[in-house]
């Protein structure tokens, strides 16, 4: 029998539900109601009831935009500083800026999830069905100008060895 939730048998139970549901970090909770902040974050994950759930999720997104709106003002004025820097011929400074910026950018297009760091898959086109089938074509239309598609073919070769 897995270890009962001591959140949900607290006798404060209905006041860390709300607290939860408005948004509260689990520490936060955890330092009210003495209790451990895993506890807290078990329980906020699987015994919230939908409704609070869904109340917490909307707090949680209204947080990111805010970190987005946060991260792009800092973007703001990270660009002014650049352009004075860059105008007053001070390149130290402009570069170390820029590498700011360049953290930066990253930091939003993670937070807005334009910038999407899991591994991709990379298409080999030259083996793809779609391809084999336009050569194919090609090919064929070419057979009536015999030196075109001798100079096509051997072109095709030398992209497709990778070079
Ligand atoms: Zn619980």
Redesign the pocket.
């Known amino acids: 029998m897995p270890p009962r939730?001591t959140?949900?048998t607290h006798p404060e139970r209905d006041g860390i539900d709300a607290e939860l549901a408005a948004g509260a970090t689990y520490m936060g909770v955890a330092r009210t109601y003495e209790v451990g902040p895993e506890s807290v974050r078990?329980?906020a994950m699987?015994?919230l009831s939908p409704a609070l759930a869904a109340v917490r999720a909307a707090h949680e997104e209204k947080e990111a935009a805010d970190l987005v709106t946060r991260i792009e003002g800092l973007i703001a004025r990270a660009e002014v500083m650049f352009g004075a820097a860059a105008k007053d011929g001070q390149s130290k400074q402009a570069l170390d800026v820029l590498k700011e910026l360049r953290q930066l950018l990253e930091l939003w297009g993670k937070a807005t999830g334009q910038l999407d760091d899991r591994p991709t898959v990379t298409v080999n086109l030259m083996a793809s069905p779609e391809w084999l089938a336009i050569r194919d074509a090609i090919l064929g239309v070419l057979c009536a100008y015999p030196e075109a598609r001798t100079a096509v073919t051997g072109r095709l070769l030398q992209l497709e060895a990778g070079s």
């Open positions: 939730c959140i949900c078990r329980h699987n015994h």
